[in-house]
């Protein structure tokens, strides 16, 4: 399942993409669109040309496309997860193998020579940590490891959604 998120959920856009769903959010394609905002019909464009699923909050938006959008409604990232839960049936299983930027949406790889990141992180971490995992994409490169922000993110969704 692929989403297209809309601009007032980018941190539902990072949640899902930590999760491995492959999740392109609006501002994402401003570059592209070379608008900012991306209007609703260019939004809704990409998605069906991208086959995603759109995920908003903006009643009129979905009601010109709800045959393939999520509506969600109220406030706080552990409340539109459990919306999708039930929804669309999603899973939320963390797995840094399959976890994708959160930044920009690129698949990870498993880091093998860690001094070949050191750059990346801070000396802490560096020194904490052995496992690391970076985003493929040569712009962004970002460096991600299971820290306590995962399970912290976990926890939360144990807590909130009985998951």
Same mark, same amino acid.
């Given at each position: 399942?692929?989403?297209?998120?809309?601009a007032?959920?980018?941190k $539902?856009a990072?949640?899902?993409r930590?999760?491995? #769903?492959d %999740?392109?959010y609006?501002?994402?394609?401003?570059?592209?669109?070379? %608008? &900012?905002? !991306?209007?609703?019909k260019?939004? &809704?464009?990409?998605a069906v040309w991208s086959?995603?699923? !759109?995920?908003?909050?903006?009643l009129?938006?979905?009601?010109e496309?709800k045959e393939n959008?999520?509506? $969600?409604?109220?406030?706080?990232? /552990? &409340? /539109?997860? *459990?919306? $999708?839960?039930? +929804?669309?049936n999603?899973? #939320?299983d963390?797995?840094?193998?399959?976890?994708r930027c959160s !930044?920009c949406n690129t698949?990870?790889?498993r880091v &093998?020579?860690? *001094?070949?990141?050191?750059?990346? !992180?801070?000396?802490e971490?560096? +020194? %904490? #940590?052995?496992?690391?995992?970076?985003?493929n994409?040569p712009?962004c490169?970002?460096?991600?490891w299971?820290g306590?922000?995962?399970?912290d993110?976990?926890?939360k969704l144990?807590d909130?959604?009985? #998951?």
């Amino acid at each position: 399942m692929k989403f297209l998120v809309d601009a007032m959920l980018g941190k $539902l856009a990072r949640f899902l993409r930590i999760f491995g #769903y492959d %999740t392109i959010y609006a501002s994402d394609l401003i570059d592209h669109y070379r %608008t &900012n905002p !991306v209007p609703d019909k260019k939004l &809704n464009e990409y998605a069906v040309w991208s086959n995603r699923i !759109v995920i908003t909050k903006d009643l009129p938006f979905y009601n010109e496309i709800k045959e393939n959008a999520i509506l $969600l409604e109220g406030e706080g990232v /552990y &409340n /539109y997860l *459990n919306q $999708l839960k039930r +929804k669309s049936n999603l899973v #939320y299983d963390f797995n840094m193998e399959k976890a994708r930027c959160s !930044v920009c949406n690129t698949m990870l790889k498993r880091v &093998n020579e860690k *001094n070949s990141i050191k750059e990346f !992180v801070k000396h802490e971490t560096f +020194k %904490t #940590y052995n496992e690391f995992f970076q985003c493929n994409n040569p712009r962004c490169l970002k460096v991600f490891w299971n820290g306590p922000h995962i399970a912290d993110i976990i926890k939360k969704l144990r807590d909130e959604m009985n #998951y």
